[in-house]
T-cell receptor, first 111, second 114 residues
Framework: DGGITQSPKYLFRKEGQNVTLSCEQN?????MYWYRQDPGQGLRLIYY???????QKGDIAEGYSVSREKKESFPLTVTSAQKNPTAFYLC??????????FGPGTRLTVT | AQSVTQLDSQVPVFEEAPVELRCNYS??????LFWYVQYPNQGLQLLLK??????LVKGINGFEAEFNKSQTSFHLRKPSVHISDTAEYFC????????????FGQGTRLTINP
């Protein structure tokens, strides 16, 4: 089955800890994306990568970091510098065509 | 830069009634337009897209949308809704020149009442 997997589905962390969210795709897509979703605010782009070993900041990159060492993988680290990290995080990928395909999401709760 | 406005944050309708979810966009360039659906605690699934050609676009689950360039709108419609259509719906736009970046609206929560 082709698709995007995100793990874990639920993640709990203490304030001040860094946490890494996993995103893997077997669609052979070049581009991958990370979004943050908060109630009533739609999706906001955190980082995106159009090719291995290259990535760009999105609209709300502060307090986050990413890497793209393999085509299939695009992990997101939520650092302790992110002031309000509790949210639903969605990973997506796309080919040179136009629509993005989304993973099931990771709900992060920081207390 | 593009922006998307979904005019209703919540839309309640009765089962088997028609529904329209409204979306307006702002852009100085030609765009591609999308509607996605999100069921609770899940990712987004593409309902339909407008790239070019006919302004009436048909998607999955009986939904359709009409691109109106003069009014910069892309409203989503379904003639008869079902309980299973209860979900959040997102309109999104991308710049034709940089097609891989999507800008999303705030979402419309569609609730179907029996």
């Amino acid at each position: 089955d082709g698709g995007i997997t995100q793990s874990p589905k639920y993640l709990f962390r203490k304030e001040g800890q860094n946490v890494t969210l996993s995103c893997e795709q077997n669609l052979n897509h070049d581009a991958m994306y990370w979004y943050r979703q908060d109630p009533g605010q739609g999706l906001r782009l955190i980082y995106y990568s159009q090719i291995v070993n290259d990535f760009q900041k999105g609209d709300i990159a502060e307090g986050y970091s990413v890497s793209r060492e393999k085509k299939e993988s695009f992990p997101l680290t939520v650092t302790s510098a992110q002031k309000n990290p509790t949210a639903f995080y969605l990973c997506a990928s796309s080919e040179s065509s136009y629509e993005q395909y989304f993973g099931p999401g990771t709900r992060l709760t920081v207390t | 830069a593009q922006s998307v406005t979904q005019l209703d944050s919540q839309v309640p309708v009765f089962e088997e009634a028609p529904v329209e979810l409204r979306c307006n966009y702002s852009s100085s360039v030609s765009v591609y337009l999308f509607w996605y659906v999100q069921y609770p605690n899940q990712g987004l699934q593409l309902l339909l897209k407008y790239l070019s050609g006919s302004t009436l676009v048909k998607g999955i689950n009986g939904f359709e949308a009409e691109f109106n360039k003069s009014q910069t709108s892309f409203h989503l419609r379904k003639p008869s809704v079902h309980i299973s259509d209860t979900a959040e719906y997102f309109c999104a736009v991308s710049d034709k020149r940089v097609s891989q970046k999507l800008v999303f609206g705030q979402g419309t929560r569609l609730t179907i009442n029996p």
